[in-house]
């Protein structure tokens, strides 16, 4: 297994990774109709989203899609994509589209993180989010920011408390269960309560 390339949103002058999603709207592929083949061994979905936060709200910045099995690149947003180009881990038929911010209607909150800890390998899913130094809590309404929180000090507490021990699976969890959660995005994945793994 592979850790996971995440999405990404611009935020106060920063690219933060998205670490966890409590809410629907963010950009789904299958909901055009399309099903994207895997770019890599480190991005399984097929798809990877680039987002900014600016004052009109959230918006869709570029999406890199992996190839849907027709007979060439499909339009999306009325956008004709370019070829990615780069690293050859990707699949050659990897699309690239550059879009005029599209506004996403998402509800909900979003766990963004920077700056990684590395106290240890985590050797597949999303990187949750007390390995990072810098972590904002969004809460969105229609793609709008209602709240923000810094939860840095939070998730410093959290790296304290569990260590190299969060990055494996806790104490008589069976290991396909653990695959599942790191790959998931969930809050409780990204943001768990220490006392929970004893």
Known sequence: MTTQIPDLV??????????????????????????????????????????????????????????????????????????????????????????PAIPVPFTGRLLLGTDCEHIGRLHMGFTPAWLFTNVWEIAFDDGHVVASHDRSAEMAEIRVALGEAGLKPAPGEESGSWVNRTFSLSFDYSWPRPHRRS
Do not use: N, Q, W
């Not at 399984?44 to 918006?59: M, N, S, T």
């Not at 570029?62 to 690293?87: K, M, Q």
């Open 10 to 99: 611009h935020y106060l002058d920063r690219h933060y990774s998205i670490t966890a999603v409590d809410g629907t709207g963010l950009f789904d592929p299958h909901a055009h109709g399309l099903r994207p083949r895997a770019l890599s061994t480190a991005c399984y979905r097929g798809f990877i989203c680039r987002y900014g936060i600016h004052d009109e709200g959230l918006a869709l910045m570029t999406v890199e899609l992996g190839s849907t099995g027709g007979a060439g690149p499909v339009r999306l947003f009325g956008i004709t994509p370019s070829r990615r180009r780069g690293s050859a881990a990707f699949h050659d038929k990897a699309s690239l589209y550059k879009l």
